[in-house]
Nanobody
Framework: QVQLVESGGGSVRAGGSLRLSCAASVVSISCMGWFRQTPGKWREGVAWWDSYGNSDVADSVKGRFAISRDTATNTFDLQMNNLEPDDTATYYC?????????????????????WGQGTQVTVYS
């Protein structure tokens, strides 16, 4: 069973940056997503990456967030710049046991079945 562990969360002033990392226990990851959730709200897709050269971010973070893979450490990173208080949430990485591209559903929670435990990001003004 694949295990995912997020790190890099913390508190930052608005306008600042954070880099989240998701460490995977296996290297054969073909589709990876980052999500965030605040209490009482649905989990929101933030960014996704697949091993076929595709990636994207949600419109709400476009131009500020970027997803990438570090093959040396086998981590999937979410670089977050120009953070806003509305970015405050618990951030999760997710993958799935099936091998293949994310397709058009990279930001959909139902695409994934394996989740990390989450890391808290707090942005204060």
């Amino acid at each position: 069973q694949v295990q995912l562990v997020e790190s890099g969360g913390g508190s930052v002033r608005a306008g600042g940056s954070l880099r989240l990392s998701c460490a995977a226990s296996v290297v054969s990851i073909s589709c990876m997503g980052w999500f965030r959730q605040t209490p009482g709200k649905w989990r929101e897709g933030v960014a996704w990456w697949d091993s076929y050269g595709n990636s994207d971010v949600a419109d709400s973070v476009k131009g500020r967030f970027a997803i990438s893979r570090d093959t040396a450490t086998n981590t999937f990173d979410l670089q977050m710049n120009n953070l806003e208080p509305d970015d405050t949430a618990t951030y999760y990485c997710a993958t799935r046991p099936l091998f293949g591209p994310c397709g058009d559903s990279g930001l959909s929670e139902s695409t994934y079945g394996i989740w990390g435990q989450g890391t808290q990001v707090t942005v204060y003004s």
